[in-house]
């Protein structure tokens, strides 16, 4: 399984923006597949930001929580990140990130994610 983060750039405070990430690989299937979007700030660890289960549950961090939506589109095996009200603090590398499983619950630390994205930057100016 591959995974590819694209969408990310320079925006303003308050702009919005859509990161996706596109899975590729033969057995991959959203409906055994728990998704993931991380960040990394400069200097700062790596993240949770958003996840979607193999059946559908969303979670967010505290952070984005009423900002970012994540989604997903099985047709285009297609993971998405849309970024509303974005703000300087969310500037960050964003990564996906992916995990075979059958529990409906994720994990949050890195770890447990074994396939990632090789990141999309998201510059948020004021």
């Known amino acids: 399984v591959q995974l590819q983060a694209y969408g990310g750039g320079l925006v303003q405070a308050g702009d919005s923006l859509r990161l996706s990430c596109a899975v590729s690989?033969?057995?991959?299937?959203?409906?055994?597949?728990?998704m993931a979007w991380f960040r990394q700030a400069p200097g700062k660890e790596r993240e949770f930001v958003a996840s979607?289960?193999?059946?559908?549950?969303?979670e967010y961090a505290d952070s984005v929580k009423g900002r970012f939506t994540i989604s997903r589109d099985a047709a285009k095996d297609t993971m998405y990140l849309q970024m509303n009200s974005l703000k300087m603090e969310d500037t960050a590398v964003y990564y996906c990130?992916?995990?075979?499983?059958?529990?409906?619950?994720?994990?949050?630390?890195?770890?447990?994610?074994?396939?990632w994205g090789q990141g999309t930057l998201v510059t948020v100016s004021s």
């Open positions: 990130a992916g995990r075979q499983t059958q529990f409906r619950n994720v994990q949050y630390g890195t770890t447990w994610w074994p396939y």
């Open positions: 979607v289960s193999w059946m559908a549950d969303r």
């Open positions: 690989g033969r057995t991959f299937s959203f409906r055994s597949y728990a």
